[in-house]
């Protein structure tokens, strides 16, 4: 791959999703486009990208999906799951009776919005419902995720025994969720990089190892989104690796445990800031 093919299709992503492709991931990029290309009817990674100078948005959003990272497992790093039912449920749970809220964001083939009804259906008191939206930038992994199925190589990367045998039944040679929490779920085509769509607010979001591709002023800008459609002193998960810290003074950083959560301003603090900027 030549350094200005890369450098056409690093531009491409940059512009359609706010992800960074810096010089040295050339590998990645060919790898990844192969598949596309063949797809496609183009016989080399170089004649698929002269193609997308000229092509229909069909063919950009093909190659962008190619490049988004769809890492994913069961019950990630723990620590935030642990923070979910320790610390931020109780929270919830005391300013409302009506169902709990949560958007998994970049929710890749769905992994992390079962886990967290798994640990949902665990944690809340009998009666408490609980609606869960995942969302990704890739419709494959949309339509994997509403499937609710996964293979046993996926369901074997930290899904443990007994909440497969009680949360998933057999369907082949795949395992399914069962309707129970499937019911509590939905997906939605949402791209963090754009204004967002018309969604519900939420009580906790999951941004987990998105941030980390994103220059800083992309992440301010993603995390103002997210801002927005959190409750009131709402919640936010990152990754491990990410903080607001020097790119949002909004969110509040709350130690728990061996990790970090943040919490949205409460209604009057929010309309403090908001007249003294005035």
Not at 1 to 22: C, I, N, Q, S
Not at 78 to 107: G, H, M, N, Q, Y
Not at 183 to 193: E, I, P
Request: aromatic share 8%.
């Amino acid at each position: 791959m030549t350094p200005a093919l890369f450098g056409f299709v690093a531009d491409l992503v940059y512009r359609e999703a706010g992800m960074v492709l810096r010089p040295g991931k050339e590998y990645l990029v060919e790898s990844r486009l192969k598949p596309v290309a063949k797809a496609t009817g183009h016989d080399t990674v170089g004649s698929l990208a002269n193609a997308l100078r000229t092509s229909n948005a069909a063919l950009r959003t093909q190659v962008v999906e190619a490049l988004t990272i769809n890492e994913t497992s069961w019950f990630r790093d723990r620590e935030p799951f642990t923070a979910l039912t320790d610390t931020i449920l109780p929270d919830v749970l005391a300013k409302s009776t009506r169902p709990v809220r949560i958007w998994s964001a970049a929710c890749s083939s769905g992994q992390e919005p079962y886990s967290i009804a798994i640990t949902l259906e665990k944690a809340l008191p009998a009666g408490r419902g609980y609606q869960i939206m995942g969302s990704d930038l890739s419709e494959e992994m949309l339509r994997r995720s509403r499937a609710g199925r996964f293979n046993q190589l996926e369901v074997n990367r930290g899904l443990p025994a007994t909440d497969l045998v009680t949360y998933f039944q057999r369907a082949g040679a795949e395992w399914e969720a069962v309707p129970r929490i499937r019911q509590n779920l939905s997906f939605q085509r949402v791209n963090l990089c754009a204004p967002l769509p018309p969604m519900p607010k939420f009580d906790v979001v999951f941004l987990r190892n998105v941030l980390i591709y994103f220059e800083p002023e992309t992440k301010r800008a993603v995390l103002d989104r997210v801002r927005q459609v959190l409750n009131p002193g709402g919640w936010l998960l990152l990754g491990a690796a990410e903080s607001t810290v020097g790119i949002d003074s909004v969110f509040e950083r709350v130690p728990v445990g061996r990790t970090a959560i943040y919490r949205a301003p409460a209604r009057d603090r929010q309309l403090v800031k908001e007249v003294t900027q005035c």
